[in-house]
Nanobody, 124 residues
């Protein structure tokens, strides 16, 4: 059973940093495009960042550009999201996703696997 498990969430002050990790198990995700989404209370789920299988191509939401960095380690079957200069509006549940097809897309439903999420809370 393929599974994605997020970790690294928590409470941080505005301006601080967090590093989220996603551990994939049950199959090899090295050929998959991986993504991070988030959902804040009362808001729709939104794309945050994506990375292709080789790590050579990444994509970010405007809100994440310059502050967040997505990376992956195919040998360890993990994908990470380094979040710097956090703001109160970054408060959300963050989800890891995986997609068989190569393109980085921003639609949640176009991914094939989804994690359960990890809470990130940024205090102002």
């Amino acid at each position: 059973q393929a599974q994605l498990v997020e970790s690294g969430g928590g409470l941080v002050q505005a301006g601080g940093s967090l590093r989220l990790s996603c551990a994939a198990s049950g199959r090899t995700f090295s050929s998959y495009t991986m993504g991070w989404f988030r959902q804040a209370p009362g808001k729709e789920r939104e794309f945050v960042a994506g990375i292709r299988w080789s790590g050579s191509s990444t994509s970010y939401a405007d809100s994440a550009k310059g502050r967040f960095t997505i990376s992956r380690d195919n040998a360890k079957n993990t994908v990470n999201l380094q979040m710097n200069s956090l703001k109160a509006e970054d408060t959300a549940v963050y989800y890891c996703t995986a997609r068989r097809r190569p393109a980085i897309v921003t639609d949640w439903d176009d991914y094939d696997y989804w994690g359960q999420g990890t809470q990130v809370t940024v205090s102002s």
